[in-house]
């Protein structure tokens, strides 16, 4: 059985996602944020304290884009994965760890420094940069989305619920409407998928059964969904 250690709308969200659009059993064990102060029993399944974390027997993975491809190339064949043998493996791979490294990280420098820190340690140079930064490296996914559903193999695949999460982000940090038109309504039309809806619904459910909060404040959660 799959476990999966996952606080309300962080990057475990991707695996989530993933875990309901090929309907595979699971355990969704839910985490307050950030489970390092909140949860440190945590830190034995995971010392550096971040999410997600993928069990799967004796095997433990804590990369949410290796995750992704790690379920769907092991319990596959799934059309979320796209095989070596088609011509598009290699962009398949590029947008799956695109959304993570490149289009992901310089927004949580964003996040820390305008919400997660006191008031005291913000940093407007830093938000101010990486605010440009995130906006810049979205320009390249938008030539692509002009003209494209998914951004892989002409169908929907992990490696758009990777660049979908960090659209998501990018609604959670507020700069979502700065998108490129073609980016949003790629997003519109990821977030009305079962499995997006499903995937919310768990994470929702399990909160409640667990009674674990927003890793946000309510009125700013509301805008990322
Ligand atoms: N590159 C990792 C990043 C994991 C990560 O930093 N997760 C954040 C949540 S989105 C976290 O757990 N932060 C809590 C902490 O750093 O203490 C991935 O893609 O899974």
Redesign the pocket.
Known sequence: MLTLYH?DN??SFRPLWTLEEMGLPYTLKMLPF?P?QLAPDYLTVNPL????TLLDGSMRM????AICQYIVTRYGPTPLAVEPSEPDFGPYLNWLHFG?ATLTFPQTIVLRYTRLEPLERRLPQAVADYTKWTLGRFAGLEKLMAGAEYVAADRFTVADISVGYALMVLKVIGLFDQAPASLQAYYGRLRERPGFRRAKAAQKHAASEKGVGPTLPPEKLSRAT
């Open positions: 606080c962080a990057r950030p390092r304290g971040t999410v997600p804590t990369e949410s884009a993570e």
